[in-house]
Each structure stands twice: as C-alpha cells, then as structure tokens.
C-alpha cells in the first residue's frame, strides 16, 4: 500500500498525466483494494470502477461427462442429445478435434472458411489466428475442433488447453446449416473430450456475457476496471469536472426514472 501509493504520488507530481485507466482486473482481488485505496491517497480525484466483462467459468473436479452433462439443465441435455443424434444420422456428419500434425493446415484451412461464412465481424488481422493456431499446435495447447456436414465444413472451435484449464478462445458456424445446431453439437463433443481425455481441472469461456454460455458454465464473474484523474494536471481537472457531471446527470436520470 505504501509502496503503491509512493508510486501514484510520483507519477501525479509532474502534471504530465491527466489520466490513468487500470483494466482489466478482479474484484476480489487485495490487489484492486490496495489500488483504490492508494490512488485516493496519492491525491488522485474522481477515483470510480466500471465494468469491463463478465467471465463464466466451470469447475471440473474429477467429474466425468456424463456427471457433467447431469448437471446441465434439462433443456440443455435433451438438445445435445436430440441435435447430436440427428448432426451424425447415417454418417452425414462428422467430428474431429486436431491437435497437430499433418492435417493441422487443412483444418485451419477449415477454421478460416467457416469463420468467413459466419455472422462474426470480419477479422481485422486475417494472419492473426492461423498464426496463434499453429503456435498453440506446437506448443501443445490447441484443441481445434471441426464440424463437416457431407463433407463441408459447418462449424469449428478453437480451445487452448493449458495447466489444466481449458480456455474457450473462439468459435463460429456458418448461418446456412443453423438449422442443425452444429455450434451446439460441436460444443458438446469437445467438452466431453477436455474432460475425459485432457482431465482439465476448469473449463473457461473468456471474456463475454453471451446467454449461452450460462448453459454449459456455473460461476460468473466480473471483470472491471479502475479509473481516476490528476487534479495537479489542467486536463486531468477538466476530465475530472465531465466525469462529476456525468455522473450526476446518471444519478437524475435513475431517480427520475423510479
């Protein structure tokens, strides 16, 4: 606390910065309680939190599929099974989950064509994930499963699976098989396979407070950042009076609104 707040105190002496932003960070950490509390005493004004995202995690702790899969709702396993019978009915579908090895470029190949035929925003870095995808390969992370319906790729999932936590990093399907739940399906069948043949301790769905994701998590947390301002700095007190006003005009409008 004393070092943190010799810090804030130094770094507000100049005037040079107006403004400081810390995100994002865990509530319940002794760490974000030690940072408010220092910024306050370092002199800084208007010292407030915000939300960032919400995190849905799921602790495994030895459970099975099938424990897990019981501990889902009921809507949520009579989808899983009903869809998934019907995504592989006569062979028509297909599941895979690649690791490395030689079909490693056709699945990204796979990944990278389904992910442009998604309702996802356009990747503002096309090389980006083919390249986290081989690097996660060789370092023995990547979980990257596929979904072919008659042989087109419908849907894909890539995961990291990393000291025993499972993280969920980015997943799409194409809008025109949405009538088969392929997402779904794939989800489920890459679930059991983290839980059964990686025996991850948690699995993690990142940054996103997406409805579905309350299916298949339990525990939900925010993420939330810390903002504050420099009175010494003429910005920083501008920035500060907007900050007040803002938050004021929040306080009538809410009370107007009850």
């Given at each position: 606390?004393?070092?943190?707040?010799?810090?804030?105190?130094?770094?507000?002496?100049?005037?040079?910065?107006?403004?400081l932003?810390?995100?994002?960070?865990?509530?319940?950490?002794?760490?974000?309680?030690?940072?408010?509390?220092?910024?306050?005493?370092?002199?800084?004004?208007?010292?407030?939190?915000?939300?960032?995202?919400?995190?849905?995690?799921?602790?495994?702790?030895?459970?099975?599929?099938?424990?897990?899969?019981?501990?889902?709702?009921?809507?949520?396993?009579?989808?899983?099974?009903?869809k998934?019978?019907?995504?592989?009915?006569n062979?028509?579908?297909?599941?895979?989950?690649?690791?490395?090895?030689?079909?490693?470029?056709?699945?990204?190949?796979?990944?990278?064509?389904?992910?442009?035929?998604?309702?996802?925003?356009?990747?503002?870095?096309?090389?980006?994930?083919?390249?986290?995808?081989?690097?996660?390969?060789?370092?023995?992370?990547?979980?990257?499963?596929?979904?072919?319906?008659?042989?087109?790729?419908?849907?894909?999932?890539?995961?990291?699976?990393?000291?025993?936590?499972?993280?969920?990093?980015?997943l799409?399907?194409?809008?025109?098989?949405?009538?088969?739940?392929?997402?779904?399906?794939?989800?489920?069948?890459?679930?059991?396979?983290?839980?059964?043949?990686?025996?991850?301790?948690?699995?993690?769905?990142?940054?996103?407070?997406?409805?579905?994701?309350?299916?298949?998590m339990?525990?939900?947390?925010?993420?939330?950042?810390?903002?504050?301002?420099?009175?010494?700095?003429?910005?920083?007190?501008?920035?500060?009076?907007?900050?007040?006003?803002?938050?004021?005009?929040?306080?009538?409008?809410?009370?107007?609104?009850?």
């Amino acid at each position: 606390m004393i070092l943190l707040t010799a810090v804030f105190r130094e770094l507000a002496a100049t005037g040079r910065m107006t403004a400081l932003t810390l995100a994002p960070m865990n509530p319940e950490s002794n760490l974000y309680t030690a940072l408010l509390e220092a910024l306050r005493a370092a002199g800084w004004r208007g010292v407030h939190t915000y939300f960032c995202f919400a995190n849905w995690t799921h602790p495994i702790a030895g459970d099975d599929w099938n424990t897990y899969l019981a501990g889902r709702s009921s809507r949520v396993r009579n989808t899983v099974q009903r869809k998934t019978r019907k995504f592989l009915d006569n062979g028509r579908g297909v599941l895979t989950i690649t690791r490395d090895g030689n079909h490693l470029e056709s699945a990204i190949g796979d990944f990278t064509d389904i992910y442009g035929r998604s309702w996802k925003r356009e990747e503002p870095y096309p090389n980006f994930m083919p390249g986290l995808l081989r690097l996660a390969a060789d370092r023995g992370w990547l979980r990257l499963g596929l979904a072919h319906y008659e042989g087109i790729p419908v849907a894909a999932q890539a995961w990291l699976v990393v000291e025993g936590t499972a993280y969920i990093f980015k997943l799409a399907y194409r809008q025109d098989y949405r009538q088969l739940s392929p997402g779904t399906v794939l989800t489920a069948h890459m679930m059991r396979y983290v839980i059964e043949t990686d025996r991850v301790k948690k699995i993690d769905y990142m940054s996103g407070d997406d409805t579905y994701k309350s299916d298949w998590m339990s525990i939900r947390r925010e993420c939330r950042g810390i903002a504050a301002y420099n009175p010494r700095s003429l910005r920083g007190g501008a920035l500060l009076i907007a900050h007040r006003l803002r938050s004021k005009l929040k306080r009538l409008a809410g009370s107007s609104g009850a």
